[in-house]
């Protein structure tokens, strides 16, 4: 029987996006986002993510939304082994060789440890509202392609020219290039099985796609047969998922988190979105008890899915859960 791989482990940072931040005040978001990133700097996870994003969800409030290459460039200043990474930066938000630029930057700071998640983009609201107006997805999907072949030539050697339908780039100079022999590391994230997929087969190291146990093998197939396409090495590729988290010592610890975070989101959002963002936790694979999420993920693992990356809702308040993850669940997987 073939050897299971070993699972890694990344952790999102509590930024404001999913209204993770509420109550804490604007001078004091910081310190609470740097101790987390602290506390991961010294255990047992490989990497610490931050969502790129301008407006909350499940809808725009006016609550806190921190950016996410300025959290980056953070990060990579006050920490010195745990590697930082975008789930994923949106193409289209920004120029791709500035991107390149500001990508290659902050993994100097951190002195080679970037990652970089890069997808099409889906946020309607805020696309339109920052005056990125909203192409169809084959447009954007496009802007992808191009731009992860900017990010390549870029870091490569610190030159690019691309005369593409998108993009036109005339010999634009990107020095000093990132520390990462290769550049840094492409995470191409979403499943779209007819074109995301087959740019992630063309230039990924890893890719970041459903993981529910049918959707994560039915995307891996797609991908196997793209990688064979374009003549890639499918078993080259990390298969990524992110879970929510929702951990307990027993059934009823799990259904008080659960409520603790609707409590914290019924007064923005109301009833009715209070309860469908719950729909984003129940009967998935990352909620029960440390028992129940380890054999959950370990039939997940054995199917190939080697990195996951954890969010935890309540995270900028209460770390029981991530203490009782991180004692209970991660040795089970990580050995």
């Given at each position: 029987?073939?050897?299971?791989?070993a699972?890694?482990?990344?952790?999102?940072?509590p930024?404001?996006?999913?209204?993770?931040l509420v109550?804490?005040?604007k001078?004091?978001?910081?310190?609470?986002?740097?101790?987390?990133?602290?506390?991961?700097?010294d255990?047992?996870?490989?990497s610490?993510?931050?969502?790129?994003?301008?407006?909350?969800v499940?809808?725009?409030?006016?609550?806190?939304?921190h950016?996410?290459?300025?959290l980056m460039?953070?990060?990579?200043?006050?920490?010195?082994?745990?590697?930082?990474?975008?789930?994923?930066?949106?193409?289209?938000?920004?120029?791709?060789?500035?991107?390149?630029k500001v990508?290659?930057?902050?993994?100097?700071?951190?002195?080679?440890r970037?990652?970089?998640g890069?997808?099409?983009?889906?946020?309607?609201n805020?696309?339109?509202?920052?005056?990125?107006?909203?192409?169809?997805?084959?447009?954007?999907?496009?802007?992808l392609?191009?731009?992860?072949?900017?990010?390549?030539?870029?870091?490569?050697?610190?030159?690019?020219?691309?005369?593409?339908?998108?993009y036109?780039?005339?010999?634009a100079?990107?020095?000093?290039t990132?520390?990462?022999d290769g550049?840094?590391?492409?995470w191409i994230a979403?499943g779209?099985?007819?074109v995301?997929?087959?740019?992630?087969?063309?230039?990924?190291?890893?890719?970041?796609?459903?993981?529910?146990p049918?959707?994560f093998?039915h995307?891996s197939?797609?991908?196997?047969g793209?990688?064979a396409d374009?003549g890639?090495?499918?078993?080259?590729?990390?298969?990524s998922?992110n879970?929510?988290v929702?951990?307990?010592r027993d059934?009823?610890?799990?259904?008080?988190?659960?409520?603790?975070?609707?409590?914290?989101?019924?007064p923005?959002?109301?009833?009715?979105?209070a309860?469908?963002?719950l729909?984003?936790?129940?009967?998935?694979?990352?909620?029960?008890?440390?028992?129940q999420?380890?054999?959950?993920?370990s039939?997940?693992?054995r199917?190939?899915?080697?990195?996951?990356?954890?969010?935890?809702?309540?995270?900028?308040?209460?770390?029981?859960?991530?203490?009782?993850?991180?004692?209970?669940?991660?040795?089970?997987?990580?050995g």
């Amino acid at each position: 029987m073939d050897k299971v791989a070993a699972m890694r482990f990344g952790l999102f940072v509590p930024q404001g996006w999913r209204l993770d931040l509420v109550g804490i005040d604007k001078a004091d978001q910081w310190d609470v986002m740097r101790g987390i990133v602290e506390h991961a700097d010294d255990s047992a996870f490989e990497s610490v993510w931050v969502y790129d994003h301008f407006h909350t969800v499940p809808k725009p409030t006016e609550e806190a939304c921190h950016e996410a290459w300025s959290l980056m460039a953070a990060y990579a200043a006050t920490t010195s082994r745990v590697r930082l990474g975008q789930m994923c930066t949106c193409m289209a938000y920004r120029n791709p060789v500035y991107l390149a630029k500001v990508a290659a930057t902050c993994d100097i700071i951190s002195k080679g440890r970037i990652e970089m998640g890069i997808g099409g983009g889906w946020y309607e609201n805020e696309w339109r509202a920052y005056g990125y107006g909203f192409p169809p997805p084959g447009e954007r999907l496009g802007m992808l392609d191009e731009g992860v072949q900017i990010f390549r030539q870029a870091w490569a050697d610190g030159h690019v020219s691309l005369d593409g339908k998108h993009y036109q780039v005339d010999r634009a100079i990107v020095t000093p290039t990132p520390i990462q022999d290769g550049g840094i590391p492409l995470w191409i994230a979403g499943g779209g099985e007819k074109v995301t997929l087959k740019i992630a087969a063309k230039y990924a190291r890893y890719t970041n796609f459903d993981g529910t146990p049918e959707g994560f093998a039915h995307k891996s197939e797609i991908l196997r047969g793209h990688c064979a396409d374009v003549g890639t090495d499918f078993d080259a590729i990390t298969r990524s998922a992110n879970y929510n988290v929702a951990i307990g010592r027993d059934e009823a610890e799990v259904e008080q988190r659960l409520a603790n975070l609707k409590n914290r989101l019924l007064p923005i959002v109301g009833e009715e979105r209070a309860e469908n963002a719950l729909g984003a936790f129940r009967g998935l694979p990352a909620v029960g008890t440390p028992e129940q999420i380890v054999e959950n993920l370990s039939a997940l693992q054995r199917s190939g899915m080697t990195y996951a990356i954890f969010y935890f809702p309540e995270l900028a308040y209460d770390r029981s859960g991530l203490e009782l993850f991180e004692r209970e669940v991660i040795p089970a997987l990580a050995g």
